[in-house]
Nanobody
Framework: VQLQASGGGLVQAGGSLRLSCAAS????????MGWFRQAPGKEREFVAY????????YYADSVKGRFTISRDNAENMLFLQMNSLKPEGTAVYYC???????????????WGQGTQVTVSS
C-alpha cells in the first residue's frame, strides 16, 4: 500500500490550497481515511476524517468551516480543500488510511510521506 500526498506549497494568509492523496494497493471507498499535520516543534495532530461511506466526516475544531475532506472513488484519491488559511496552518500535512482505533488517534495502518504547506502572514 502506498499513499502519495501532494498539493502543498506557499500561500498567503486567507488563501486556499487543495491537497491530494493518491492511493495504490488500497481501495479508498472501503476504508476510513484522514488528514493529519505536524507543525515545526509540535506533535502531529488530527485535521480531518472521512469514513468509508464518505457520509460521515469529522474535523478538528481549528479547521471546522474552512477545510473540507472529500474523496474521488473512481480515481482512488482523497482530498483536503483548505480555505481561509492561517499562518498557524503551516505544517507538513499527511494523509492516512484505515484507523485501527478512533479516527483522531494516530493508529492508522498506512501513512503518506507528507506535503509541506506554508502560510505567510
Amino acid at each position: 500500500v502506498q499513499l502519495q500526498a501532494s498539493g502543498g506549497g506557499l500561500v498567503q494568509a486567507g488563501g486556499s490550497l487543495r491537497l491530494s492523496c493518491a492511493a495504490s494497493g488500497l481501495t479508498v471507498r472501503s476504508v476510513g481515511m484522514g488528514w493529519f499535520r505536524q507543525a515545526p516543534g509540535k506533535e502531529r495532530e488530527f485535521v480531518a476524517y472521512s469514513a468509508w461511506s464518505s457520509v460521515i466526516t469529522y474535523y478538528a475544531d481549528s479547521v471546522k468551516g474552512r477545510f473540507t475532506i472529500s474523496r474521488d472513488n473512481a480515481e482512488n484519491m482523497l482530498f483536503l480543500q483548505m480555505n481561509s488559511l492561517k499562518p498557524e496552518g503551516t505544517a507538513v500535512y499527511y494523509c492516512a488510511a484505515r484507523p485501527s482505533r478512533i479516527y483522531y488517534d494516530q493508529s492508522y495502518d498506512y501513512w503518506g510521506q507528507g506535503t509541506q504547506v506554508t502560510v505567510s502572514s
